[in-house]
């Protein structure tokens, strides 16, 4: 009811009534009218009375009120239905300034923002020193990790993450089965890297949470993560993934050494090591 209060009938498109006066808002019979529904029914769904709900009068009945994506699927929890998936109220392509100031803050650690299919939007400064994100690289993360001869080399424990990456990356497929963006990069994966293919091969599904990660860098040798990754509810459609030093490791203060002035001079000439 508050939500048709909020609605006129100018907003959903209906004559203003000749001048008379009337309530706020809209009226419960012509919500129903707008929404394709008996004015019975959306009464007796005002009321909370169990009735038959399908999710397509729920979407219908969400257009006329004008409810945000968070309003609709709260709609579909009232009625009884697994809400649908959040939609993203940005363009893809868009990154907020906030965005990036946290990962930029988050130096001299590492730290990238990635979409729904891991390629990658933006990175901080001790991600390329670090991980070797460099603008030529692909911009995937996924296929990255397979075909990347420079993480491949840094990568230590690469034998031991790769499957709950892969994992990783089929329950983020899970949440979309009908995207084909993900089967795109599967196939991608599958064509660069037989070691891809046998681990997809095997069904393994893992949210997405954190990874213990041991890099070697050329420049100040062994350093150890706890890699974790970090849903947006205000950005649906992208992740942040932050990488901290593991405790009671040098990995910290290597980090300061190598995202100084000197350390990413030295590390221009370092990339391909």
Not at 41 to 51: A, K, S, T
Not at 124 to 135: I, K, M, S, T, Y
Not at 156 to 161: D, P
Not at 231 to 260: G, M, Q, Y
């Amino acid at each position: 009811m508050s939500r048709r209060a909020r609605v006129s009938p100018a907003d959903a498109g209906l004559p203003d009534g000749g001048g008379r006066r009337r309530t706020p808002g809209l009226r419960r019979e012509e919500v129903a009218v707008l929404a394709g529904v008996g004015a019975s029914w959306y009464q007796w769904l005002e009321q909370g009375r169990d009735i038959t709900v399908s999710p397509q009068v729920l979407d219908a009945v969400g257009r006329v009120l004008r409810l945000s994506d968070t309003e609709r699927r709260h709609l579909y929890v009232l009625a009884g239905l697994n809400p649908p998936l959040p939609r993203p109220e940005y363009d893809p392509g868009y990154l907020c300034d906030g965005l990036r100031r946290l990962i930029d803050g988050w130096m001299p650690f590492p730290a990238h923002i990635m979409d729904r299919y891991w390629n990658v939007i933006a990175y901080n400064d001790a991600a390329a020193l670090v991980l070797g994100f460099r603008p030529e690289n692909p911009e995937n993360c996924l296929v990255t990790f397979f075909t990347d001869p420079v993480y491949r080399a840094r990568a230590t424990s690469w034998e031991q993450t790769a499957p709950w990456v892969v994992a990783q990356y089929r329950a983020a497929c899970s949440d979309y089965p009908d995207d084909e963006g993900f089967a795109a990069v599967v196939r991608e994966a599958s064509e660069a890297s037989p070691e891809f293919a046998e681990l997809w091969a095997r069904g393994d599904v893992r949210p997405g949470g954190q990874l213990t990660k041991e890099l070697e860098h050329p420049l100040v040798g062994a350093l150890f993560f706890e890699s974790t990754l970090l849903r947006i509810p205000a950005r649906p459609d992208l992740a942040i993934v932050l990488h901290n030093p593991v405790p009671d490791t040098d990995t910290a203060a290597k980090l300061e050494r190598l995202t100084s002035p000197e350390g990413r001079r030295d590390g221009m000439y370092s990339i391909a090591g």
